[in-house]
Nanobody, 115 residues
């Protein structure tokens, strides 16, 4: 069973940056389109960034467009999310998964944007 491990979250001030990483067991990343999802307290989990298998195409939710960048390294079976100009509304638990997603999910990584 695939394991997804998200790291890189933390507490950051508004306007700051973080880089999230997602490592997967086996070849899960290299054979799937991948995405970063986030779930804020009391809200549904949503897709905020996606990338095709070869990395040639990316898509972003309007709320993060121009601030977040998704990338991948298939040789390392890892997906990244560079987050710049962070806002308090970006506070959430961030998860990576295939697009469309499959079970199981990883534990996620908490991102808190607060002054």
């Amino acid at each position: 069973q695939v394991q997804l491990v998200e790291t890189g979250g933390g507490l950051v001030k508004p306007g700051g940056s973080l880089r999230l990483s997602c490592a997967a067991s086996e070849t899960f990343v290299s054979i799937n389109a991948m995405g970063w999802f986030r779930q804020a307290p009391g809200k549904q989990r949503i897709l905020v960034a996606a990338i095709t298998i070869d990395g040639s195409t990316t898509n972003y939710a309007d709320s993060v467009k121009g601030r977040f960048t998704i990338s991948r390294d298939n040789a390392k079976n890892t997906v990244y999310l560079q987050m710049n100009s962070l806002k308090p509304e970006d506070t959430a638990v961030y998860y990576c998964n295939a697009v469309p997603w499959t079970d199981p999910w990883g534990q996620g990584t908490q991102v808190t944007v607060s002054s």
